[in-house]
């Protein structure tokens, strides 16, 4: 293993940098990916409005035992394999190098496409905030951009000061978003009191929303709509493993991180839910979501409880908290696409897309390319695509202004989503062949067997939902071409990631030995 890593290594110039981080920095980025402040005000109404309606927190503790399952299995993995790779890391060990390259190209595709999906949500989220608070409308395409470039420049650094950044805004994010759950709770919930029979009892989560509900005008939902959209606020927690080439004791720090982010996340991510619901009352809340202004369930609350002022802080910090997540999914991309390019047997490959910046220690080629495939994504967007929504006589009405919200974020989303789901199902079922089949460790029964197990049942039902219900949950873009395409290109990544590994097992052995093999060495190498 260590002559392996060491031939590696050798071909780039510089690797990451070992002891940049600790555990609080990791934890920041990997909450910070799922941006709590985004995750609720984005996904709440949509959970609510067409999916299982006031049962949408009971929709995100679900999601948390469920994800709880999958990590046992993930920290268990990471307590003996330490690579920025992570599930391509694991996945090659676990079942070998053809399915763990497959799921490398996959996760890295995933990743790739979330940073465009959040650029997407923090331009449309500048554009409505400067709209409504200065009076002034800037195009949502210059938000874009000016993000693409300012995330390229930071990611071209050292790798603590996106942590500090991350941090900050996290902070904020979370102390408002308890500010509005906590004023709630003061005024003794809303018009219906707390609600919490309809809201956080598990069962809730598999109750669709009944067209009319509460005597609203509300069409029937879908509850697979509200657990994916729970499932989808979460993605970014198991980015805690890419970081552990520059974490300072990896085989510590990476398992206590992601575990104190999957549980954080959820306990945050219920609570939050069921109070904002409960100080609308059920007939605002559905209201209020399947409306033409569905952020309005948030806004209107913080609004009545916080004040105008705050209402301004929070749509600031809503655009800061999409800017953080596009970050930290760029540190997360970029990252993917460092682990394979320094496989790859090519020198210039490897001295180029494999190589860290020789002061920094950061990705920062990968980085770039990163950044402008963002852009590409971004600009196809913005010339190809345009979203119809109905005028008061149901006649389509082009709005371009939700292009951003609708078909980057929206879109983007449903396809990185199922992407890291199956990568997920996966790596599951490798940890399971790693610890029983292959037996490299011992494993504990339950979390390297039974909870795997679980965990990849449950990460394969979510995607047969979301596939049962993708036109619903495509809403105004189900006739985009992005999205009928989407099941394709997934296969077509994957199937070329298989094909590329089945290539390289019969023309270059030696390299295709070498495939997510490219680890660190024990945790005491970093103190």
Same mark, same amino acid.
């Given at each position: 293993?260590?002559?392996?890593?060491?031939?590696?290594?050798?071909?780039?110039?510089?690797?990451?940098?070992?002891?940049?981080?600790?555990?609080?920095?990791?934890?920041?980025?990997?909450?910070? /990916?799922?941006?709590?402040?985004?995750?609720?005000?984005?996904? *709440?109404?949509?959970?609510?409005?067409?999916?299982?309606?006031?049962?949408?927190?009971?929709?995100?503790?679900?999601?948390?035992?469920?994800?709880?399952?999958?990590?046992?299995?993930?920290?268990?993995?990471?307590?003996?394999?330490?690579?920025?790779?992570?599930?391509?890391?694991?996945?090659?060990?676990?079942?070998?190098?053809?399915?763990?390259?497959?799921?490398?190209?996959?996760?890295?595709?995933?990743?790739?496409?979330?940073?465009?999906?959040?650029?997407?949500?923090?331009?449309?989220?500048?554009?409505?905030?400067?709209?409504?608070?200065?009076?002034? /409308?800037?195009?949502?395409?210059?938000?874009? #951009?000016?993000?693409?470039?300012? $995330?390229? *420049?930071?990611?071209?650094?050292?790798?603590?000061?996106?942590?500090? $950044?991350?941090?900050?805004?996290?902070?904020?994010?979370?102390?408002?978003?308890?500010?509005?759950?906590?004023?709630? #709770?003061?005024?003794?919930?809303?018009?219906?009191?707390?609600?919490?029979?309809?809201?956080?009892?598990? /069962?809730?989560?598999?109750?669709?929303?009944?067209?009319?509900?509460?005597?609203?005008?509300?069409?029937?939902?879908?509850?697979?709509?509200?657990?994916?959209?729970?499932?989808?606020?979460?993605?970014?927690?198991?980015?805690?493993?890419?970081?552990?080439?520059?974490?300072?004791?990896?085989?510590?720090?990476?398992?206590?991180?992601?575990?104190?982010?999957?549980?954080?996340?959820?306990?945050?991510?219920?609570?939050?839910?069921?109070?904002?619901?409960?100080?609308?009352?059920?007939?605002?809340?559905?209201?209020?979501?399947?409306?033409?202004?569905?952020?309005?369930?948030?806004?209107?609350?913080?609004?009545?409880?916080?004040?105008?002022?705050?209402?301004? *802080?929070?749509?600031?910090?809503?655009?800061?908290?999409?800017?953080?997540?596009?970050?930290?999914?760029?540190?997360?991309?970029?990252?993917?696409?460092?682990?394979?390019?320094?496989? $790859?047997?090519?020198?210039? *490959?490897?001295?180029?897309?494999?190589?860290?910046?020789?002061?920094?220690?950061?990705?920062?080629?990968?980085?770039?390319?990163?950044?402008?495939?963002?852009?590409?994504?971004?600009?196809?967007?913005?010339?190809?695509?345009?979203?119809?929504?109905?005028?008061? /006589?149901?006649?389509?009405?082009?709005?371009?202004?939700?292009?951003?919200?609708?078909?980057?974020?929206?879109?983007?989303?449903?396809?990185?989503?199922?992407?890291?789901?199956?990568?997920?199902?996966?790596?599951?079922?490798?940890?399971?062949?790693?610890?029983?089949?292959?037996?490299?460790?011992?494993?504990?029964?339950?979390?390297?067997? $039974?909870?795997?197990?679980?965990?990849?049942?449950?990460?394969?039902?979510?995607?047969?939902?979301?596939?049962?219900?993708?036109?619903?949950?495509?809403?105004?873009?189900?006739?985009?071409?992005?999205?009928?395409?989407?099941?394709?290109?997934?296969?077509?990544?994957?199937?070329?990631?298989?094909?590329?590994?089945?290539?390289?097992?019969?023309?270059?052995?030696?390299?295709?030995?070498?495939?997510?093999?490219?680890?660190?060495?024990?945790?005491?190498?970093?103190?």
């Amino acid at each position: 293993m260590a002559t392996e890593s060491a031939a590696v290594e050798s071909a780039a110039p510089a690797g990451l940098k070992k002891g940049a981080i600790g555990m609080v920095a990791v934890i920041f980025m990997a909450v910070a /990916n799922a941006a709590p402040i985004t995750a609720m005000t984005g996904n *709440v109404p949509i959970a609510v409005g067409f999916g299982n309606g006031l049962g949408a927190p009971a929709g995100f503790l679900f999601a948390t035992i469920a994800l709880t399952l999958f990590a046992l299995g993930y920290v268990a993995m990471a307590r003996h394999i330490t690579t920025t790779g992570a599930f391509y890391g694991f996945i090659s060990h676990g079942l070998g190098q053809v399915w763990g390259m497959a799921s490398g190209f996959l996760a890295t595709f995933a990743y790739v496409v979330f940073e465009g999906s959040l650029i997407g949500g923090c331009a449309y989220f500048a554009n409505d905030a400067v709209n409504t608070i200065v009076g002034v /409308n800037i195009p949502w395409l210059v938000f874009a #951009i000016a993000a693409i470039v300012v $995330i390229g *420049v930071l990611c071209h650094f050292h790798i603590s000061l996106t942590a500090a $950044i991350l941090g900050v805004t996290l902070v904020s994010e979370v102390l408002i978003l308890l500010a509005l759950a906590f004023t709630v #709770i003061a005024k003794g919930g809303g018009p219906d009191g707390f609600m919490l029979d309809q809201t956080v009892l598990l /069962n809730n989560a598999f109750e669709s929303l009944p067209a009319g509900a509460f005597g609203t005008a509300a069409a029937a939902g879908s509850m697979a709509v509200g657990l994916f959209f729970a499932f989808w606020s979460w993605v970014g927690f198991e980015t805690t493993a890419v970081y552990g080439e520059e974490s300072r004791n990896p085989k510590k720090i990476i398992p206590r991180a992601t575990l104190i982010a999957v549980i954080g996340l959820g306990l945050f991510y219920t609570f939050i839910s069921a109070m904002v619901l409960a100080g609308n009352g059920a007939k605002t809340s559905v209201e209020a979501s399947i409306s033409s202004s569905p952020l309005d369930l948030f806004f209107n609350l913080v609004d009545a409880n916080l004040g105008g002022f705050l209402l301004d *802080v929070y749509k600031i910090l809503l655009v800061i908290g999409s800017f953080a997540c596009a970050l930290a999914f760029h540190n997360a991309a970029s990252r993917y696409l460092f682990a394979l390019g320094r496989e $790859i047997p090519a020198a210039k *490959v490897k001295s180029t897309l494999g190589a860290a910046h020789p002061k920094h220690g950061s990705p920062y080629i990968a980085s770039a390319v990163q950044s402008v495939i963002t852009m590409v994504i971004v600009l196809l967007f913005f010339v190809f695509t345009a979203v119809q929504v109905p005028d008061a /006589n149901g006649l389509p009405v082009d709005t371009p202004t939700l292009v951003p919200y609708t078909n980057i974020y929206g879109l983007l989303a449903l396809i990185g989503t199922a992407a890291i789901l199956l990568v997920q199902a996966i790596c599951s079922i490798a940890v399971i062949w790693f610890f029983w089949v292959r037996k490299t460790h011992r494993g504990n029964i339950i979390t390297t067997l $039974i909870c795997p197990l679980i965990g990849a049942v449950a990460m394969g039902y979510v995607v047969w939902l979301l596939w049962d219900n993708r036109a619903f949950a495509a809403g105004y873009a189900a006739n985009s071409l992005v999205f009928k395409s989407a099941p394709y290109l997934i296969a077509a990544v994957f199937g070329v990631g298989i094909a590329y590994a089945l290539w390289l097992r019969f023309s270059r052995p030696d390299t295709y030995a070498e495939i997510g093999r490219t680890v660190m060495e024990d945790s005491h190498e970093r103190n």
